[in-house]
């Protein structure tokens, strides 16, 4: 059994150490669309979001408008951990010169209200892209 096991792992090593190479050729592909044309399946790059200065506040245009984050907002949230908090709770906040959680997100006893745990459902990342995601019709 143990010569077997032995014979197995070593031609196991020996194939994926085979010398075989993936192909480093970025050529073009044609692609046939839906739309009868031909795209390429080469993109340009999206141009990169520009977040407002730090400890710059964004305008709110309307209301109750939550307020938007002048940062990335791709902090993992799971149920065990919000990574909004490390920086924003009401004890660390004034250390790492963020803004606190508001009032009304802490429940009777000052402690953060943990029906307002999934930020982002509410407080948007706000950023200045250079291309139009989606046209904006609205008016005040």
Not at 25 to 40: F, H, I, K, P, Y
Not at 48 to 72: C, D, W
């Amino acid at each position: 059994m143990k010569k077997l096991l032995s014979v197995a792992a070593i031609t196991l090593l020996l194939s994926a150490c085979s010398g075989q190479q993936a192909s480093t050729d970025m050529a073009s592909v044609n692609v046939e669309s839906l739309r009868q044309g031909e795209t390429s399946a080469t993109l340009p790059a999206q141009a990169m979001p520009n977040y407002p200065s730090k400890g710059a506040a964004i305008e709110r245009t309307f209301v109750h408008q939550p307020p938007l984050v002048p940062h990335k907002d791709s902090y993992k949230i799971s149920a065990k951990k919000n990574g909004c908090l490390t920086c924003h709770s009401t004890e660390k906040a004034a250390r790492m010169k963020a803004t606190p959680v508001d009032k009304s997100h802490l429940d009777a006893s000052g402690e953060f209200n943990n029906e307002y745990y999934f930020c982002v459902q509410c407080h948007v990342a706000q950023a200045d892209n250079k291309d139009a995601i989606v046209d904006n019709t609205h008016t005040k």
